[in-house]
């Protein structure tokens, strides 16, 4: 579809949120459609995880965006999607790759949205296929099980915060779930959800350096339980990390089910995402340098180093790779 200005930012930069919620939207459709491929019960499939996210190329105001999903590994209960992104400049007809998703699924049955259904089998070209699927679908299962485990973290507001403080540019934003925001089991999108995280993002990282952002990457974002329709979501947002030229942010997203009574307030998912400072021209800026105040802080901050440190000893592999190639 066509980008229009309420897509984009001051820039005409379109949203990351934006993107992330097309790149969902193909997963789900393509999902779905693989589920109820078989005679069976009816289902929808479900946003499980999303892994990491690299925004290589910003789409502006008036280009197309050419949303393209291929199913590529399924186990039992869960289904691997790849999705790619490619804007279209419609006037030149210049195409460049803007980003390329991993996601997974699982499929929810209509009569009850607690059962999760069996995943028809996908025929692959070649049993290595299988087997790095498999691969993939291990690790991302061990990962989603250890952050939920640390998932205990609240954010609190901080009285008169000093500049680049953690304090200084956390944000939240309230937001009621409506009708259309959710599937056909009455449980929030998980595109709609991602929008959201970055909007909050997005706020922390201009509140931090005073400039216009975009978002550069976001880290494995895992859906720890569905959100219902008719609760209230509080999805918060804080620095953790800076370099000489990003921003690292933590993102939750806490849910209270006003609809039933009988749970309280959970976690529902949680994430990292990654801003880049921009000027008016475009070109990156230097990020001032985050000031840690509290023993917690510092320890998110060292955390943060170290993803930041292993992502930019990946990335030099693969441009290596690349040029022996």
Not at 29 to 35: A, Q
Not at 188 to 208: P, S, Y
């Amino acid at each position: 579809r066509i980008m229009r200005p309420d897509d984009a930012n001051v820039a005409g930069n379109v949203h990351g949120g934006t993107i992330l919620k097309m790149i969902e939207e193909a997963g789900a459709i393509i999902s779905t459609r693989h589920c109820n491929s078989q005679a069976g019960e009816p289902c929808v499939a479900a946003l499980a995880r999303v892994e990491r996210t690299d925004f290589m190329s910003p789409v502006c105001i008036g280009e197309v965006a050419n949303v393209s999903a291929e199913i590529t590994y399924t186990s039992r209960h869960s289904v691997e999607v790849q999705v790619n992104v490619m804007s279209e400049n419609i006037l030149t007809g210049a195409k460049k790759v803007t980003n390329k998703a991993t996601l997974w699924y699982v499929p929810l049955s209509l009569k009850n949205v607690n059962k999760v259904l069996e995943v028809p089998p996908i025929q692959y070209v070649r049993k290595e296929q299988e087997d790095e699927g498999r691969k993939r679908y291990e690790e991302q299962k061990l990962d989603r099980l250890e952050t939920k485990q640390r998932n205990g973290d609240v954010i609190f507001p901080i009285i008169n915060p000093e500049p680049h403080t953690v304090g200084y540019s956390q944000s939240s934003l309230i937001h009621l779930v409506g009708p259309s925001d959710c599937t056909l089991l009455g449980f929030v999108h998980g595109g709609v959800t991602m929008k959201l995280m970055d909007e909050v993002a997005g706020i922390v990282a201009a509140r931090h350096c005073k400039t216009n952002i975009v978002t550069a990457s976001v880290d494995a974002i895992n859906f720890h339980e569905k959100i219902k329709k008719g609760s209230v979501i509080t999805i918060s947002g804080r620095m953790t990390f800076t370099s000489n030229k990003s921003m690292e942010i933590e993102v939750f997203v806490d849910a209270d089910p006003f609809v039933d009574e009988s749970r309280g307030r959970y976690r529902a998912v949680s994430a990292f995402f990654t801003y880049v400072s921009l000027s008016k021209e475009g070109k990156p800026l230097p990020v001032p340098q985050l000031l840690t105040e509290t023993e917690e802080e510092k320890r998110r901050f060292e955390e943060g180093k170290g993803r930041y440190l292993q992502t930019k000893a990946k990335r030099q592999a693969q441009l290596q790779q690349a040029a022996q190639q």
